[in-house]
C-alpha cells in the first residue's frame, strides 16, 4: 500500500482519538467504548461502501482501510509493550506491595479460574477439541478495568481498592497472555486433550524466564542511563528501547513470556529509576511515556474494532448461543473470585475489606477490549490452526468483546449511580467541606495582598470583601458545625489534613531538591499510609503508620545477617545511609508542619484539636529523634555529613532561583544564563553524591559513653568492645520472654524497654542494662523485656558479663541498686562475684 496512503489513514486516526475524548467526557462513557465504537463504525461503513452499488466515489478509500497492514504482530510487539511498560511506570510500588497477596491472587487465579472454566464449559456443549476452547479461555480472560478505576477515582473510592484493580489488570494480562502462548502451542502441534498438570508445568518457567530477562534489561538499561546523567534525551531514548528489547529478547531467545519481561523491566525501572536519574528527568520520563500509552492505547482500540466486520463475517445463528456460553462462564468464574476468594482472604486478614458494592462494580466492569481482539486476530492468522478453529475463536472473542463493551460498558455507570457509590461517605463529605474552607481562607490572604498592589478603589474592595467574607464564613461554619460528625470524626479529619500537607511539604523539598528523590520515594509512600491510616482507623491508624515508618524492616535485618555472618557489607551500607537519609528527611519536614496545625487546623477544628494533634506531632518527632539518634551513636560523624550536604543543596536551589530571576528581569541573557547553569550543574552533581558510609560498628564511642564502663581502663574498654555484639529492636518487639533461659544481659546504647515483671512494670533508657539478675540468680526468666521505641542494643554473653562484673565497681554498684529496686538481697546475688576476684 503507498506510503501517501497510509500516513492519511494514521493521520485520521489521530483526529479520531482527538474527537472522541471530549465526546466520552459529554456522554458520561468509557474512553475505551466510544473509541471502539468508532472504529467499528468506520469498519461497517467501509464494507458498505466497498459492496453497496450506490456509489464507487468512496471505494478507494474503503479498499485502503480495510487493506491496512493491521496483524497480530503489530498489536503484540508495538502496541501492548508501550501500555504494560507505562502502567507500570505509573504504579506506586511501595505502595501495592501493602497488597502483594490480594493482587497476585486476583491475577493469577482469577485468570486460571476464567480459563478452565470457559474452556471446560464449551467443551461440553460443543464438538471445539478441548485444546481450543482453552485456548478462547485464555483469550477471552484478559480484562480492561481501566474504565472501572477512573470511574472510581472519579467518585473518591478508596485509593487502596484502586491500587489492587490497577494492578490485578496488569499482571491478569501478563498471566493470560502466557496461558494464551502455552494452549496456542499445543492447538498447532495438534493435541487435542493436554493434560492440565503438563500444561501448567511449563507456566512457571514462562514466568521465571521472563522475569528474569526483563529484569536483567531494565539493570542494564538503568546502568546506561546513569553513565549518561547529563544528557537527558538519551536517557529517555534508553527508556524507550527497553520494553521492546526485553519482550522481543524473552520471546526469541529463550522461549519465555515477552510480556512478563516488560512488566518485570517496568516495575524494575520504576524501582530505581527515581534514585539514579535526576527528579525532571524522572517526570520527563514518566510524562513521555504517558502521552506514548495514550497514543498506543487509543489506536489499538481503534484499529482492532476496525476488525470486527472481518471476524464475524462467518458467524453463524447457534454460534450466537456459544457467546452466551462464554459470558456466563466468564461472569461466574469472576463472581467466583470476588465473592468467594476475596472474602475469604479478608478473613485470613490479607486482604483489605472490600465492600459488596464495590466488588459489584468490579464484577460488572470486567471489560475486554483490544488486547483480546489482538490474541484472536493472531489464531485466525497461524495456517497451522485448524479453519474451524480459527472462525470459532474469532466470532467467540470477537462477540464477548463486543458485549461487554456494549452491553457492560455503557451500563456500568449507571449501575455504580445504583449501588450509591458516587455518593460521598459522610467523612468525605466533611472533608470536602473542610477543604473549602481552609482554601477559602488561603484565598483571603493572598487576594488581600494582590488588591493592595493593584491600587483598586477602596469601595470595590471593601464591597467584594465583605461578600467573599460572608462566603468564607458560612464555609466556616459549615465544617465546624456539622451534626454529621462526631469528635472521633474531626479529630480523623483533622489527621488526614496534617498528612496530606506533610505529603506537599515532601513534594517542595523534593523540587527544591533539599530531599533526595531515591528517598523521596520512601517518605512519600509513607506520608499516603498515613492517610489511608487515618481514614480507616482514625488516630490508632495514624500512630501505627508513624511507628511503622521508622520500624528496622526485614530487608534491614536480613542485610545485617550477611554483614555478621557472611562479611557481606554492601547491602547493610546502603540501607543504613538510606535509612539515616530518610530519618533527616522526616526530621526536616515534621518540623514544618507546627505551623499548619496551629494556623488552618486551629482555625477549622479549634484549639482541642489542634492541641491533640500538636502532640501527635511532638511524639512523631520524638520517635525520630530517638531513631536517629542510635544511628548517631553507632556511626558518629555521618548525619553531619548528610546535614551538610542537605545544606549545599539548599544553596544551589536558591543560587540557580536567583539566575532564574536576573534573567527574567533582563539584568542578563541567555548566554550568561546559560553558562552560569552548567557550571551550577557541575556543583550540583558532585553535591548530589551521597557521602560514603563505613559501615564498621564504632562499639568503643559506644562503650565511651557508657557510664556503668567507665571504671574500666581504656584497654579493658576497647577489648569490651570488640566483644559486644549489636542488636536493633522495633517498637513493640520482645527482646526477653518470659520463661526463657537466660543466656545475655543486654545494654541499652539508644532507645527505651519496658520491664513486666510480678505485675510489676517500669522503664530502662540509655545507658541502662537488663538480663542481669536472672543470670546472677541462674534461675528461668521471669520478666518480659519489651522495646518501647526503636532501640539498639549491645548484648554480652553470660560466661563475659560474669567477668566484666568482677573488675568494674560501677556495673557492681549498678546490678546492687537494680536488685534493691526489685526486692533482692544484693549480696546474695554478687557473692560468687567476689569469691572470683579473690
Same mark, same amino acid.
Given at each position: 500500500?503507498?506510503?501517501?496512503?497510509?500516513?492519511?489513514?494514521?493521520?485520521?486516526?489521530?483526529?479520531?482519538?482527538?474527537?472522541?475524548?471530549?465526546?466520552?467526557?459529554?456522554?458520561? #462513557?468509557?474512553?475505551?467504548? *466510544?473509541?471502539?465504537?468508532?472504529?467499528?463504525?468506520?469498519?461497517?461503513?467501509?464494507?458498505?461502501?466497498?459492496?453497496?452499488?450506490?456509489?464507487?466515489?468512496?471505494?478507494?478509500?474503503?479498499?485502503?482501510?480495510?487493506?491496512?497492514?493491521?496483524?497480530?504482530?503489530?498489536?503484540?510487539?508495538?502496541?501492548?509493550?508501550?501500555?504494560?511498560?507505562?502502567?507500570?511506570?505509573?504504579?506506586?510500588?511501595?505502595?501495592?506491595?501493602?497488597?502483594?497477596?490480594? &493482587?497476585?491472587?486476583?491475577?493469577?487465579?482469577?485468570?486460571?479460574?476464567?480459563?478452565?472454566?470457559?474452556?471446560?464449559?464449551?467443551?461440553?456443549?460443543?464438538?471445539?477439541?478441548?485444546?481450543?476452547?482453552?485456548?478462547?479461555?485464555?483469550?477471552?480472560?484478559?480484562?480492561?478495568?481501566?474504565?472501572?478505576?477512573?470511574?472510581?477515582?472519579? +467518585?473518591?473510592?478508596?485509593?487502596?481498592?484502586?491500587?489492587?484493580?490497577?494492578? =490485578?489488570?496488569?499482571?491478569?494480562?501478563?498471566?493470560?497472555?502466557?496461558?494464551?502462548?502455552?494452549?496456542?502451542?499445543? @492447538?498447532?502441534?495438534?493435541?487435542?486433550?493436554?493434560?492440565?498438570?503438563?500444561?501448567?508445568?511449563?507456566?512457571?518457567?514462562?514466568?521465571?524466564?521472563?522475569?528474569?530477562?526483563?529484569?536483567?534489561?531494565?539493570?542494564? %538499561?538503568?546502568?546506561?542511563?546513569?553513565?549518561?546523567?547529563?544528557?537527558?534525551?538519551?536517557?529517555?531514548?534508553?527508556?524507550?528501547?527497553?520494553?521492546?528489547?526485553?519482550?522481543?529478547?524473552?520471546?526469541?531467545? +529463550?522461549?519465555?513470556?515477552?510480556?512478563?519481561?516488560?512488566?518485570?523491566?517496568? $516495575?524494575? #525501572?520504576? $524501582?530505581?529509576?527515581?534514585?539514579?536519574?535526576?527528579?525532571?528527568?524522572?517526570?520527563?520520563?514518566?510524562?513521555?511515556?504517558?502521552?506514548?500509552?495514550?497514543?498506543?492505547?487509543?489506536?489499538?482500540?481503534? #484499529?482492532?474494532?476496525?476488525?470486527?466486520?472481518?471476524?464475524?463475517?462467518?458467524?453463524?445463528?447457534?454460534?450466537?448461543?456459544?457467546?452466551?456460553?462464554?459470558?456466563?462462564?466468564? *461472569?461466574?468464574?469472576?463472581?467466583?473470585?470476588?465473592?468467594?476468594?476475596?472474602?475469604?482472604?479478608?478473613?485470613?486478614? @490479607?486482604?483489605?475489606?472490600?465492600?459488596?458494592?464495590?466488588?459489584?462494580?468490579?464484577?460488572?466492569?470486567?471489560?475486554?477490549? %483490544?488486547?483480546?481482539?489482538?490474541?484472536?486476530?493472531?489464531?485466525?492468522?497461524?495456517?497451522?490452526?485448524?479453519?474451524?478453529?480459527?472462525?470459532?475463536?474469532?466470532?467467540?472473542?470477537?462477540?464477548?468483546?463486543?458485549?461487554?463493551?456494549?452491553?457492560?460498558?455503557?451500563?456500568?455507570?449507571?449501575?455504580?449511580?445504583?449501588?450509591?457509590?458516587?455518593? $460521598?461517605?459522610?467523612?468525605?463529605?466533611?472533608?470536602?467541606?473542610?477543604v473549602v474552607a481552609v482554601s477559602l481562607q488561603k484565598v483571603r490572604e493572598d487576594l488581600a495582598r494582590t488588591t493592595e498592589n493593584y491600587e483598586l478603589s477602596r469601595d470595590v474592595v471593601r464591597s467584594e470583601a465583605k461578600r467573599f467574607g460572608e462566603r468564607l464564613e458560612g464555609a466556616v461554619k459549615a465544617a465546624d458545625d456539622s451534626q454529621d460528625i462526631h469528635d472521633r470524626d474531626r479529630i480523623t479529619?483533622?489527621?488526614?489534613?496534617?498528612?496530606?500537607?506533610?505529603?506537599?511539604? &515532601?513534594?517542595?523539598?523534593?523540587? =527544591?531538591?533539599? *530531599?533526595?528523590?531515591?528517598?523521596?520515594?520512601?517518605?512519600?509512600?509513607?506520608?499516603?499510609?498515613?492517610?489511608?491510616?487515618?481514614?480507616?482507623?482514625?488516630?490508632?491508624?495514624?500512630?501505627?503508620?508513624?511507628?511503622?515508618?521508622?520500624?528496622?524492616?526485614?530487608?534491614?535485618?536480613? %542485610?545485617?545477617?550477611?554483614?555478621?555472618?557472611?562479611?557481606?557489607?554492601?547491602?547493610?551500607?546502603?540501607?543504613?545511609?538510606?535509612?539515616?537519609?530518610?530519618?533527616?528527611?522526616?526530621?526536616?519536614?515534621?518540623?514544618?508542619?507546627?505551623?499548619?496545625?496551629?494556623?488552618?487546623?486551629?482555625?477549622?477544628?479549634?484549639?482541642?484539636?489542634?492541641? #491533640?494533634?500538636?502532640?501527635?506531632?511532638?511524639?512523631?518527632?520524638?520517635?525520630?529523634?530517638?531513631?536517629?539518634?542510635?544511628?548517631?551513636?553507632?556511626?558518629?560523624?555521618?548525619?553531619?555529613?548528610?546535614?551538610?550536604?542537605?545544606?549545599?543543596?539548599?544553596?544551589?536551589?536558591?543560587?540557580?532561583?536567583?539566575?532564574?530571576?536576573?534573567?527574567?528581569?533582563?539584568? &542578563?541573557?541567555?548566554?550568561?544564563?546559560?553558562?552560569?547553569?552548567?557550571?551550577?550543574?557541575?556543583?550540583?552533581?558532585?553535591?548530589?553524591?551521597?557521602?560514603?558510609?563505613? &559501615?564498621?560498628?564504632?562499639?568503643?564511642?559506644? @562503650?565511651?559513653?557508657?557510664?556503668?564502663?567507665?571504671?574500666?581502663?581504656?584497654?579493658?574498654?576497647?577489648?569490651?568492645?570488640?566483644?559486644?555484639?549489636?542488636?536493633?529492636?522495633?517498637?513493640?518487639?520482645?527482646? $526477653?520472654?518470659?520463661?526463657?533461659?537466660?543466656?545475655?544481659?543486654?545494654?541499652?546504647?539508644?532507645?527505651?524497654?519496658?520491664?513486666?515483671?510480678?505485675?510489676?512494670?517500669?522503664?530502662?533508657?540509655?545507658g541502662e542494662m537488663f538480663g542481669q539478675l536472672s543470670i546472677l540468680m541462674r534461675r528461668t526468666r521471669r520478666t518480659e523485656v519489651r522495646a518501647i521505641t526503636p532501640s539498639t542494643l549491645l548484648e554480652l554473653d553470660e560466661a563475659r558479663f560474669r567477668r566484666l562484673l568482677s573488675r568494674s565497681k560501677s556495673l557492681q554498684q549498678a546490678v546492687r541498686a537494680s536488685a534493691e529496686k526489685r526486692g533482692i538481697a544484693p549480696d546474695a546475688l554478687l557473692a560468687d562475684v567476689e569469691r572470683a576476684r579473690q
Amino acid at each position: 500500500m503507498d506510503i501517501v496512503v497510509i500516513t492519511t489513514i494514521v493521520a485520521s486516526l489521530f483526529l479520531v482519538i482527538g474527537v472522541a475524548e471530549p465526546l466520552a467526557a459529554r456522554l458520561r #462513557l468509557p474512553f475505551s467504548v *466510544i473509541l471502539a465504537g468508532i472504529g467499528i463504525l468506520i469498519g461497517v461503513a467501509a464494507v458498505f461502501f466497498l459492496r453497496t452499488e450506490l456509489t464507487d466515489a468512496l471505494n478507494p478509500v474503503a479498499e485502503a482501510i480495510l487493506n491496512l497492514p493491521i496483524r497480530s504482530n503489530v498489536f503484540l510487539y508495538v502496541f501492548l509493550p508501550t501500555l504494560l511498560f507505562q502502567a507500570t511506570l505509573g504504579m506506586d510500588l511501595r505502595r501495592m506491595l501493602d497488597d502483594w497477596v490480594p &493482587i497476585l491472587m486476583l491475577a493469577v487465579v482469577a485468570v486460571v479460574a476464567a480459563t478452565l472454566s470457559v474452556g471446560y464449559a464449551l467443551s461440553w456443549v460443543s464438538s471445539i477439541p478441548l485444546t481450543a476452547c482453552l485456548l478462547i479461555g485464555a483469550i477471552v480472560s484478559t480484562t480492561d478495568p481501566s474504565a472501572v478505576v477512573s470511574i472510581f477515582r472519579s +467518585i473518591s473510592a478508596p485509593r487502596r481498592l484502586s491500587r489492587i484493580i490497577e494492578g =490485578e489488570s496488569l499482571l491478569n494480562d501478563a498471566a493470560a497472555i502466557a496461558l494464551f502462548g502455552l494452549f496456542m502451542g499445543f @492447538v498447532m502441534m495438534g493435541v487435542p486433550d493436554p493434560k492440565l498438570g503438563d500444561a501448567l508445568a511449563r507456566f512457571p518457567y514462562l514466568i521465571l524466564g521472563g522475569a528474569f530477562t526483563g529484569w536483567l534489561s531494565a539493570r542494564i %538499561a538503568v546502568g546506561m542511563m546513569s553513565f549518561f546523567r547529563r544528557h537527558e534525551l538519551a536517557q529517555l531514548s534508553i527508556s524507550v528501547a527497553l520494553p521492546y528489547l526485553a519482550y522481543i529478547g524473552a520471546e526469541q531467545s +529463550i522461549g519465555a513470556s515477552g510480556v512478563i519481561a516488560v512488566v518485570a523491566a517496568g $516495575l524494575t #525501572l520504576n $524501582l530505581t529509576g527515581p534514585g539514579r536519574l535526576q527528579p525532571q528527568t524522572w517526570i520527563n520520563l514518566r510524562e513521555l511515556w504517558g502521552v506514548l500509552a495514550h497514543w498506543a492505547g487509543a489506536l489499538i482500540f481503534v #484499529l482492532a474494532a476496525l476488525l470486527i466486520p472481518r471476524l464475524l463475517e462467518e458467524i453463524r445463528i447457534g454460534d450466537i448461543a456459544l457467546v452466551g456460553v462464554v459470558v456466563l462462564a466468564s *461472569i461466574f468464574a469472576r463472581a467466583v473470585i470476588l465473592f468467594g476468594l476475596l472474602p475469604l482472604l479478608t478473613s485470613l486478614r @490479607v486482604s483489605p475489606t472490600v465492600e459488596r458494592p464495590y466488588r459489584v462494580a468490579i464484577l460488572w466492569g470486567g471489560l475486554r477490549g %483490544a488486547v483480546t481482539l489482538a490474541l484472536a486476530l493472531a489464531v485466525t492468522e497461524s495456517f497451522r490452526v485448524p479453519d474451524e478453529v480459527q472462525r470459532m475463536v474469532g466470532i467467540l472473542a470477537t462477540g464477548f468483546t463486543l458485549f461487554t463493551l456494549i452491553g457492560q460498558g455503557t451500563t456500568l455507570r449507571w449501575i455504580i449511580g445504583r449501588l450509591g457509590l458516587d455518593r $460521598l461517605s459522610p467523612i468525605d463529605d466533611a472533608l470536602s467541606r473542610q477543604v473549602v474552607a481552609v482554601s477559602l481562607q488561603k484565598v483571603r490572604e493572598d487576594l488581600a495582598r494582590t488588591t493592595e498592589n493593584y491600587e483598586l478603589s477602596r469601595d470595590v474592595v471593601r464591597s467584594e470583601a465583605k461578600r467573599f467574607g460572608e462566603r468564607l464564613e458560612g464555609a466556616v461554619k459549615a465544617a465546624d458545625d456539622s451534626q454529621d460528625i462526631h469528635d472521633r470524626d474531626r479529630i480523623t479529619l483533622g489527621l488526614i489534613a496534617l498528612a496530606g500537607h506533610e505529603r506537599d511539604t &515532601i513534594l517542595m523539598r523534593v523540587r =527544591e531538591r533539599t *530531599i533526595a528523590s531515591r528517598i523521596a520515594e520512601k517518605v512519600l509512600s509513607n506520608a499516603d499510609r498515613l492517610i489511608e491510616g487515618a481514614r480507616a482507623d482514625g488516630r490508632h491508624g495514624y500512630n501505627r503508620i508513624a511507628r511503622r515508618s521508622v520500624k528496622y524492616g526485614f530487608g534491614f535485618r536480613v %542485610a545485617n545477617i550477611l554483614h555478621r555472618r557472611l562479611h557481606l557489607s554492601r547491602p547493610l551500607a546502603r540501607m543504613t545511609a538510606d535509612r539515616f537519609e530518610m530519618l533527616l528527611s522526616q526530621r526536616l519536614v515534621l518540623r514544618d508542619l507546627g505551623g499548619f496545625i496551629s494556623g488552618r487546623i486551629r482555625r477549622i477544628h479549634g484549639k482541642r484539636v489542634s492541641d #491533640l494533634l500538636s502532640d501527635l506531632l511532638s511524639r512523631r518527632i520524638e520517635i525520630v529523634e530517638t531513631a536517629l539518634q542510635g544511628l548517631r551513636l553507632q556511626y558518629p560523624g555521618y548525619a553531619e555529613e548528610l546535614e551538610r550536604r542537605i545544606i549545599r543543596r539548599t544553596a544551589l536551589r536558591l543560587e540557580e532561583r536567583e539566575y532564574e530571576t536576573m534573567r527574567e528581569d533582563g539584568l &542578563i541573557g541567555d548566554e550568561v544564563y546559560t553558562k552560569l547553569r552548567a557550571a551550577l550543574a557541575q556543583k550540583r552533581s558532585r553535591a548530589e553524591d551521597r557521602p560514603k558510609l563505613d &559501615i564498621a560498628l564504632r562499639r568503643i564511642e559506644l @562503650v565511651r559513653q557508657f557510664p556503668l564502663f567507665s571504671g574500666l581502663d581504656a584497654r579493658d574498654q576497647k577489648r569490651l568492645s570488640r566483644l559486644l555484639k549489636a542488636r536493633h529492636a522495633n517498637a513493640g518487639e520482645v527482646i $526477653l520472654g518470659r520463661d526463657s533461659v537466660a543466656k545475655s544481659v543486654f545494654f541499652i546504647a539508644s532507645g527505651a524497654v519496658e520491664v513486666e515483671a510480678a505485675n510489676q512494670t517500669w522503664r530502662l533508657g540509655r545507658g541502662e542494662m537488663f538480663g542481669q539478675l536472672s543470670i546472677l540468680m541462674r534461675r528461668t526468666r521471669r520478666t518480659e523485656v519489651r522495646a518501647i521505641t526503636p532501640s539498639t542494643l549491645l548484648e554480652l554473653d553470660e560466661a563475659r558479663f560474669r567477668r566484666l562484673l568482677s573488675r568494674s565497681k560501677s556495673l557492681q554498684q549498678a546490678v546492687r541498686a537494680s536488685a534493691e529496686k526489685r526486692g533482692i538481697a544484693p549480696d546474695a546475688l554478687l557473692a560468687d562475684v567476689e569469691r572470683a576476684r579473690q
